[in-house]
Structure formats: structure tokens, C-alpha cells
């Protein structure tokens, strides 16, 4: 089925949706995004997802309507789609401009995007997947959730043109995430993540689980993870909204969990499961 | 005057040039650019502009059209535009598709876009300007003339609001460049320029004043320079296509050069305006 999309106000066919060439999205990525996944019609962790479009838009100084608009917004996006299970797409950039310069003009008019695709909701044990150690070249505010992101894209092609699902990046010898996912690790029953700072997204589905994994009565440290103690890891799994809990079995030629689901990843994809039953209140 | 532009193999007017909401230079960023001096309806280094568009092509593994349709169209630009003196502008982007995802389909037909704008040609003295050191927050490719611009636009928009022209970018203790400029410092008679690698943009107006300062005697070395030795500068400039030679007076606090042109800037400035004289053959 055809698509209908939000552009500026307008309900119109994805098709037919378009913007200026002048857009500043178009010409510097001078905007934010947001991906919110929709479960039996009922967006998923939405006020954490509508607060850090928010905390985007603030850093980037770009005014855009408030969480009640969005709000709207999303529901008409899945009532005129006719979709239970969706992904909903957000952007805002800083508007339009007639003349192109890198210093953007006072008071532009924002331009406001959404859109909507199908979800396929798989509710059995995700397979691993191998993901490829690569140094990341991403920008220093990783924090912000703009659509700069060549770097992003230019490593998952480099990773998937070497046969692997994603790259888990590294810098200074620290892993910092994937390109469009959150690392966990688990060493000797203790899970490890990225402290939440500049050189990684703060994410939703991330939070999410450390809260789930210290419902389970698990340990989680939010601090930096060596690339030298990978080796000794008993379990990788990475998180997204899309991805959702998503268990890694090799690192390059470094097997993890010997290639399966481990078990504390297991139980969180289990748990993150039942909470999307519970949040979302599907029976 | 109202503006034609080339946008995908047709002359529209700028205010009805539209593209997909799903362009993934709209949406990800996926997409370089070139901006093109011309004087005098020459295009100024033509030549060494578009071997670093096909290059940052290139980087992106984005197939687009030779050189040769490049000239064609910057010549067609200017005559239905009527512009002796202009900035060209060209942008292209790996195109659209239909489903927003990370990892791009295989063979989209990629975006192409030329734009232009008059260019107030001065060929006076310019007057110094104060620029403010900022950290260099941009990713490590900034070798590639990648659309993924928004460390570059917040950096400049800081600097402006804080009442400097451009933010003078260093990492690690090392100077870069600017926002949208190269970097070039005068210790001791012998100017210094940060060395092309990943970390700078391969400034066509900087390899140009390489050029001339050689021609002119001078000594040019291509090596980091240190923020620590700033304060021992007796001139600093900036150059780029549309600022030319730019003569800064001023790092936050610090007087450069009594805050005035110092003389070898003014040599090159007067290079720079000569050469495009000579090489645009200007009367």
C-alpha cells in the first residue's frame, strides 16, 4: 500500500513529497531525527523518544512544535496508514533559505517530516550476527541525533561489503557503539555499556535495557569497555530500536558465546519482549 | 534576478527545484559537493575543482557523470543565468529510494544538482577579521567535501555569536582550519599550513597560495602547527574559494600582526587577485 507522509502540514503521497534543494537538511544535514517504533498502535517509550528529539533540537537552537503536536501527529500517521506495527520516522531541519551559506539566516521556518513503514514484530529468539572492529570517525557530538551521518553510513557499508552486520566501533581503544546501535557487553555476569556521554547516541532502547537488566537483578556498568578485554567477553549484544536486543556471536574471527544467543542476553531479549507486551498493552 | 538551476537533467527556477523527502542526501547526509569560483564567466581552477569533486565521489563509491558534462553544465549556468562573476555551486547525492535505511540500495540514480550565485568581485585589500579557537568537534574525513556539515555549522554559528568571523579549529593541541577555510601562519618569514590528510580539506585556494607563495620566494612548510605556538604568529590568514586570501587580525584576545594585514598576507592577496587576472585571461 501507498504511503501517505506528514511534510509541513500536509497529508500527502510519499511519492509526492518534496522539498526545496535549499533545504538546510539538503545542503549542511542542519537537522535532527527520530525513529520511534509502534507496537499494536501504540508507540513505544514515546515520551523518551519525543524528550531527546527535544534535547536534538535544543542543542542544534532549531524552535519546532511541542511533544502534543508530534503526538498527533504519530497517530494520524497510523490511522491514515492503516498500520498496527510501524516505524514511525521524524525529522526537522533548520528550513529553507533562498542563498546557500553555512551561517543559516534568523527566523526560518522548520521543516517537519514524518513518515511511517511496516514492522515485521518478530517475537521468537533473534539470530546472532557477526559485526567487525572499526575505527570510529564519527564527530565529537554523537550525543545529538542528527541526520550528519556519513560517517555512520560509509562504516555499515564498509562492514556489510565485509560481509558483517554491523561495525562495532572503537575509538582511542574504547568502544564507543555500532553505527545506528548501542554495545552491551557481559564479562563474569556483569554487563557492560558506554557511559552515556559525547561519543555515543544516547539510546532509548539502550536505557531501556539496563533498566529491564537490573529488574532481573543483573549488574550493569555504564563505563568505558577496552578493546583489549574483548577476548574476554562472555556475551555481545547490541540494541536499537529496530534491532531491539539483538545478540552478536563473532567479532571478526573472535568467536562470543560460542556463536549463540548467551543466556543474560537471552533473558533480555525475552524481558524486552514482555515489555513491549506491558507498555503497549497488547494482550 | 530570479535563479535557473540544474537539478537532475533539467532548468528549473530555483524557488520550484524539489527533491525526494526520501534523498538520502536529505536523509542521511549521503552526498558531497563543490562550490566553483568564476570571474569573468571563467570558472577559476576548473580543473583542480572537479578532480576533487570525482574524488569525493569516489570516497562515497557514488558513480556520477564525467567532467566534461560538468563543464557543460557550469557553462550553461552561467549563459541562462546571465552571471559574469558567480559562485557555482554542485551537489550530488547518491538519490532516492524508497525505504529509509542505513545501507543504500544497489544502483540508485544519484542526485545531481548546480546552483549559482552572484560573487561581489573585490579586488581591494580585505579588511582583517577576528576568528575565536574552538575545539575540532568534525568527524576524521574531513578530507572528504561531504554534505555532513553540521559540526561545521555549529562551529561557525558559535563563533558568530560570540562576534568572530570563523572559529579557528584545533585538535590536540594542533591547528586544522576553519569552518570553510584553510589555515595559514607566518612565523619568521616562513608560512606555515597544516599538512593534507585526513583531519583538512584539500583547499583548492590553498593549494593555489602554496603556489603563488612559492612562485613569490617564499618558503611554505606543510606541517601541524602547535595552538601553544599561536602567540608566536606575526600574520595569520585563511583562504577558501569564496573568502580568497582572508587576512585575520585577531585570535580571541590575541593581536595578530597589530591587527592589520601583515606584508607577506598583503604579497599573496595581491598573487591571488593577480592570478585571477592571468588565469580567468582578464582584461
Redo the contacts between chains.
Keep these: 500500500m501507498p504511503i501517505t507522509?506528514f511534510?509541513n502540514g500536509q497529508w500527502i503521497a510519499?511519492?509526492q513529497?518534496?522539498?526545496?534543494?535549499?533545504?538546510?537538511?539538503?545542503?549542511?544535514?542542519?537537522g535532527i531525527?527520530e525513529v520511534v517504533p509502534v507496537y499494536q498502535q501504540r508507540p513505544f517509550l514515546l515520551v523518551e523518544h519525543l524528550a531527546r528529539l527535544q534535547r536534538s533540537l535544543s542543542a542544534?537552537?532549531i524552535n519546532a512544535p511541542d511533544n502534543s503536536f508530534w503526538q498527533a501527529v504519530i497517530s494520524e500517521l497510523l490511522e491514515r496508514n492503516g498500520l498496527a506495527d510501524a516505524l514511525v520516522?521524524i525529522?526537522v531541519?533548520r528550513g529553507a533559505e533562498?542563498?546557500?551559506s553555512?551561517?543559516?539566516g534568523a527566523d526560518l521556518q522548520p521543516t517537519l517530516?514524518a513518515?511511517i513503514?511496516p514492522l515485521p514484530v518478530h517475537w521468537h529468539q533473534p539470530k546472532p550476527v557477526a559485526v567487525t572492529l572499526f575505527?570510529d570517525?564519527?564527530?565529537?557530538?554523537c550525543d545529538?541525533k542528527?541526520?550528519?551521518?556519513?560517517?555512520?553510513?560509509?562504516l555499515?557499508?564498509q562492514a556489510?561489503q565485509a560481509g558483517y552486520s554491523e561495525p562495532l566501533l572503537q575509538r582511542d581503544g574504547w568502544i564507543t557503539e555500532g553505527?545506528?546501535c548501542n554495545f552491551f557487553g557481559v564479562r563474569n555476569g556483569i554487563i557492560y555499556t558506554a557511559p552515556k556521554d559525547h561519543l555515543i547516541l544516547p539510546g532509548i532502547s539502550r536505557d531501556h535495557v539496563i533498566q529491564l537488566a537490573q529488574q532481573l537483578g543483573l549488574e550493569v556498568r555504564e563505563q568505558a569497555f577496552a578493546v583489549t578485554d574483548l577476548a574476554e567477553l562472555d556475551e555481545l549484544f547490541l540494541t536499537s530500536s529496530s534491532r531491539e536486543v539483538q545478540p552478536v556471536g563473532r567479532i571478526d574471527d573472535m568467536i562470543i558465546a560460542d556463536g549463540q544467543c548467551g543466556p543474560l542476553t537471552a533473558q533480555l531479549v525475552t524481558a524486552y519482549h514482555a515489555s513491549k507486551r506491558t507498555l503497549c498493552e497488547i494482550s
Tied chains: 1, 2.
Design positions: 507522509v511534510l510519499a511519492e513529497a518534496k522539498i526545496s534543494v535549499f533545504d538546510r537538511g539538503f545542503l549542511f544535514a542542519d531525527y542544534l537552537q520516522y525529522q531541519t533562498a542563498n546557500r553555512h551561517l543559516a517530516f513518515s513503514s575505527d570517525i564519527r564527530w565529537l557530538r545529538i542528527s541526520t550528519s551521518l556519513l560517517a555512520n553510513i560509509m555499515k557499508q556489510h553505527a545506528s
